[in-house]
């Protein structure tokens, strides 16, 4: 199985998904193992066999969004320890026709981000790990469940060069590159000292321009300061010493990158209150995806999903409890 194969596999599930019609879920799944293992975003959570991924993810996606653009803006493939991934991150933009994992429908269009983590074996999907930004369709929909933040609302259709797009073969040397300024990246934020962001060098691995796009409840941040200012630093001064890195893929293809864990961060929450959330003084993981695109020497934009649903689980909170009822909604 090469990379090139393993993508056109992906490319092709989708567009079986949103031909017209298929509100069943996808016609064919032969593409998936019968046994495969789906972790997606709280309240969906785990999943095994191909059955309970198109009952319990497709079909109801494709009931609320019928008539749905699919648009990514990253698509790449790579190895990791052994393993056939193939990675895309975008948004489906379209009108609700009923609700979504509790969140009432609206008149307006609306934007759903997405990230999708494929494993390959041979022609097989034998796993995906997939998050949505669950909250901020929530806050189109007039519910916002997190608090007012200091980062931007919005975030751009893909990224300012239109180089995220892995669509062929790119060269192995730029792959190389970008990977290892990603690992690198990733060892100076392991340097952190309590919560003192130059202990970990990031001016060293971004550029003073770079852009961040996080999810709802923690926005975008244009610039290196904003980024210090509004994602990480707050992110630090929560978890002090927090580490990462605890990834179940992580690949790169020419100026492209993106890794998961889950958990891929972990920490101690015992510093300052995190998007509404009191410190609990237990240890905590977030479930993360981060897509990476390089200008130069450099990283240069980053989009970044975390299940804050399952993190406030954690904190013993259900935000989508937040939610009106049906019951309350009709009357």
Aim: charged share 25%.
């Amino acid at each position: 199985m090469t990379i090139e194969s393993a993508k056109k596999i992906i490319e092709g599930l989708w567009q079986d998904l949103l031909k017209p019609n298929s509100h069943h879920g996808m016609r064919d799944m032969s593409p998936y193992a019968e046994d495969i293992e789906f972790y997606g975003p709280a309240p969906i959570g785990r999943l095994t066999g191909r059955v309970s991924l198109f009952e319990e993810v497709y079909t109801p996606l494709i009931k609320t969004f019928p008539n749905v653009q699919r648009k990514p803006y990253l698509f790449l493939g790579g190895e990791f320890e052994g393993g056939t991934w193939v990675v895309s991150a975008g948004e489906y933009i379209g009108v609700m026709q009923q609700p979504y994992l509790g969140i009432p429908t609206t008149d307006n269009e609306v934007k759903l981000r997405f990230g999708e983590f494929y494993k390959i074996e041979g022609d097989t999907i034998v796993e995906i790990r997939c998050l949505f930004d669950i909250l901020g369709l929530a806050a189109q929909a007039g519910y916002p469940l997190i608090p007012p933040f200091d980062g931007r609302s919005e975030t751009p259709p893909g990224p300012a060069l239109d180089n995220g797009l892995c669509l062929t073969s790119q060269d192995p040397d730029e792959s190389r590159l970008t990977l290892d300024i990603v690992e690198g990246m990733l060892g100076g934020c392991n340097r952190l000292k309590g919560s003192d962001l130059k202990s970990m060098g990031m001016s060293d691995f971004w550029h003073e321009d770079m852009v961040w796009h996080g999810p709802w409840g923690v926005g975008s941040c244009y610039g290196f300061q904003e980024f210090q200012d509004f994602a990480q630093g707050p992110s630090v001064a929560s978890f002090p010493g927090r580490t990462g890195g605890y990834h179940r893929a992580r690949i790169a293809e020419g100026k492209t990158a993106a890794f998961t864990g889950w958990p891929s961060l972990k920490g101690n929450f015992s510093g300052k209150p995190f998007r509404g959330f009191e410190p609990t003084g237990k240890d905590i993981g977030m479930n993360i995806m981060d897509f990476y695109v390089r200008r130069d020497d450099k990283l240069h934009e980053n989009w970044v999903l975390i299940d804050l649903i399952e993190f406030g689980q954690q904190c013993g909170i259900n935000l989508l409890d937040k939610l009106p009822t049906q019951e309350a909604e009709t009357a």
